[in-house]
């Protein structure tokens, strides 16, 4: 069973960075898309940016402020958070696929098997 675990949330003022990191457990295929998503109460969850070897997606709203990697020899996955927007202010996942590189379709939350429990970020003055 594989299970993801985010952290690295927290509360910062307006134009600050956050790292949040997911590790993953268990069996991990060496094909994986690993995406981050985020949701607000009363918003869809929308995909924030996606990862497989040799392919990166960002939303269009966190393009040139938001930095995804991939460390797979601790299974981690990591998005670097800078120029912090009050917009971003919301819960945010980690989600996988297994057996299936990212692609145009990545920002599809239903075609992801595994997520985690979220970790929420704020960001206000």
């Known amino acids: 069973q594989v299970q993801l675990v985010e952290s690295g949330g927290g509360s910062v003022q307006p134009g600050e960075s956050l790292r949040l990191s997911c590790v993953a457990s268990?069996?991990?295929?060496?094909?994986?898309?690993m995406v981050w998503f985020r949701q607000a109460p009363g918003k869809e969850r929308e995909g924030v940016a996606a990862?497989?070897?040799?392919?990166?997606y960002y939303a269009d709203s966190v393009k040139g402020r938001f930095t995804v990697s991939q460390d797979n020899t601790r299974n981690t996955v990591s998005l670097q958070m800078d120029s912090l927007k009050p917009e971003d202010t919301e819960q945010y996942y980690c989600a996988a696929e297994f057996g299936r590189a990212c692609d145009r379709s990545w920002h599809e939350h239903g075609r992801y098997n595994y997520w985690g429990r979220g970790t929420q970020v704020n960001v206000y003055s």
């Open positions: 990862i497989s070897p040799g392919v990166v």
């Open positions: 268990g069996y991990i295929y060496p094909t994986k898309c």
